[in-house]
């Protein structure tokens, strides 16, 4: 079945870009091949990511038109009908800051129309720290993008390079806990230098190592892979297909393009 993820979450700087790209990186591996929406088109890093390849078939969708949000949702809906090649069984979609504000109250038409076109929808949620951040996520799932899309196809993701998992106001809510068992902690990247490396260096995460960019090392390519392998096992629900993580996943070979 296709799938469709949205990858949602607080306003900027939570990692929903980090995350959209490893999904990408995740379909190009399993699949060889992906579709990605670009929904942010202030920062369309995501799309910038995978410009030059092949196996990403890509659009700009401007996913946070203030006060025109049913022409970008009649936009996406279109593409998926004409464009998306059907034998993509992953489509991407890079939420920007702010997409809750314009998408949520159009979720009763997005949901539906994807489902018609025949996609299983899941989400992943990149979490803020504060409490107005719990607030956003908690609408979103009573009544936004997260309310609409099956419990076991949603997934909140707490990003580890912004804090601690308890340093998280929602974790400490009593009402995470009915959401307890969807969460996960996507691995911080680090040291700080390596991450700025590997984060600037275009294309997927997991044939960088053979492409070898400035900066660009033993110790990068060793860092890499752990951060990835483990980034692909927290995103793992979301996929389509039963978990098939081997280590050479993260060596740069990727299924041959059918
Ligand atoms: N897993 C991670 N480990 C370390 N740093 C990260 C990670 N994810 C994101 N970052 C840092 O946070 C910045 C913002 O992430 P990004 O995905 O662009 O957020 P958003 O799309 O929510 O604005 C990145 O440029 C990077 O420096
Ligand atoms: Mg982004």
Redesign the pocket.
């Known amino acids: 079945m296709k799938t469709i993820i949205f990858s949602h979450?607080?306003k900027?700087?939570?990692?929903?870009?980090?995350?959209a790209a490893l999904l990408v990186d995740m379909a190009l591996q399993r699949f060889g091949r992906a579709s990605l929406i670009e929904g942010?088109a202030k920062?369309p890093?995501v799309f910038a990511r995978y410009q030059d390849d092949p196996q990403v078939v890509k659009k700009m969708i401007s996913l946070n038109l203030a006060g025109d949000a049913a022409t970008a949702v009649g936009g996406l809906a279109e593409w998926l009908e004409n464009e998306n090649p059907d034998e993509h069984l992953v489509t991407i979609v890079?939420l920007p800051?702010n997409a809750g504000e314009t998408l949520d109250g159009l979720v009763d038409l997005i949901i539906p129309v994807c489902t018609d076109l025949g996609y299983d929808v899941a989400a992943c949620y990149?979490l803020g720290k504060g409490a107005e951040a719990s607030l956003s996520l908690q609408q979103s799932l009573d009544n936004g993008l997260l309310s609409k899309i099956h419990e076991s196809r949603r997934m909140i993701i707490i990003?580890?390079?912004a804090g601690t998992r308890d340093s998280f106001n929602y974790t400490n809510k009593a009402v995470a806990e009915k959401f307890l068992y969807e969460k996960t902690v996507?691995?911080?990247?680090?040291p700080v230098p390596t991450?700025?490396v590997i984060?600037r260096s275009p294309g997927a995460f997991s044939t960088m190592a053979k492409r070898k960019p400035e900066g660009f090392g033993v110790f990068q390519a060793h860092t890499l892979k752990r951060?990835l392998k483990d980034?692909f096992v927290a995103l793992d629900p979301v996929f389509p297909e039963p978990p098939a993580l081997h280590d050479d996943m993260v060596d740069g070979e990727r299924r041959p393009y059918e």
């Open positions: 979450g607080d900027g700087g939570v990692g929903k870009s980090v995350v942010d920062t890093d890079n800051a990149s990003p580890e390079f996507l691995p911080k990247l680090a991450a700025d984060f951060w980034c």
